[in-house]
Every structure is written in structure tokens, then in C-alpha cells.
């Protein structure tokens, strides 16, 4: 009897032990330098094409700035503005667009507008790979959110078919 019981508790530990464990080190994707430079050169050349001076920015998936472009008459505020877009994007996990939009005032989520370092304004958006996210980009200059989202939508479709590595 003794001995049946010692193995059935062993059994139900070891079943246990995987669901309890957790991996010492994580593995993640993330955007090479040359693929985050690639995104905001099609970006900026999207946004040049339809006659606007932007800022890009590309960051990793923590927010951390990879790449950062200035179109010549670009205004000074708009690489502080595009980096904030690709931060808030990442860090978030979801474009600055959505996220204006359940952050009016008044609304649950209102106070993340008031959080440093955000920048809730459409034009950032999230980069994915394999369902992963692997970095934001954001840009800044064009006449409206929009016209920025669109650069930046333009930017990420110029290198989608690398994304899948």
C-alpha cells in the first residue's frame, strides 16, 4: 500500500513540475537594424511621395529607439513626436489610432493620456511577425494622424515579405 501511494504522488509531481516551471531565459523576434532602417526609408519615401516632410521613428518591441529619420524641412518637434508614436505603439501594443480612441476624456482608459512619455495621436503602429511583435514605428509631419498612419502603414507593407523570418 505503501508503495502505491509513494507512486502515485511521484506520478502527480512530475505531472505537476511542467505546469509549475517556468524557462529560465525567453527567446524573442526582433527587427535586424538594416530591416528597422529599411521600414522607415519606405516610410519616408511613402510620406515624401505625397509631398509631406516627416519624422520616422522604428523602435524595438520594448521601446527601445532603433531608428530614427528626418526629412530635411521636417519640423524639430516631429522626431520627438514620431519616436513618442512608435514608444506609445509598442508599449501599448496597439497603434496610437485605437488608442485615441478609448482615451477621450471622460472614458475609462482617459488617464493614460497623462502618462509620460505617450503620445496618443494617430500615426503609430505596431510591427508583427508570426503573431509576434517585434516593434512600432511612428511618424510625425504629415497634415493629420491619418496621413502619418497611412506612411506608416506603407512603411511596414514595403518589408512585410521579411517580416516572416
Not at 18 to 30: D, G, N, R, V
Not at 125 to 141: K, N
Request: aromatic letters at 4%; hydrophobic letters at 45%.
Amino acid at each position: 500500500m505503501f508503495a502505491r501511494t509513494l507512486l502515485a504522488a511521484t506520478v502527480l509531481l512530475m505531472l505537476a513540475h511542467p505546469a509549475m516551471a517556468q524557462e529560465p531565459l525567453a527567446t524573442y523576434k526582433s527587427l535586424s537594424p538594416e530591416l528597422a532602417l529599411d521600414l522607415a526609408r519606405a516610410a519616408l519615401g511613402d510620406c515624401r511621395s505625397r509631398g509631406y516632410q516627416v519624422a520616422v521613428a522604428v523602435v524595438d518591441r520594448f521601446g527601445g529607439t532603433q531608428v530614427i529619420l528626418r526629412d530635411r524641412f521636417a519640423g524639430a518637434h516631429t522626431v520627438s513626436t514620431a519616436s513618442g508614436k512608435a514608444w506609445t505603439a509598442a508599449t501599448f501594443r496597439t497603434s496610437t489610432t485605437e488608442l485615441n480612441a478609448v482615451s477621450q476624456p471622460g472614458m475609462m482608459q482617459a488617464g493614460i493620456r497623462n502618462l509620460p512619455g505617450t503620445v496618443i495621436i494617430g500615426g503609430g503602429l505596431i510591427v508583427e511577425a508570426g503573431g509576434s511583435l517585434v516593434g512600432a514605428v511612428g511618424v510625425s509631419g504629415a497634415p493629420g494622424g491619418d496621413a502619418d498612419e497611412a506612411c506608416a502603414r506603407a512603411g511596414i507593407d514595403a518589408i512585410r515579405d521579411k517580416l516572416e523570418f
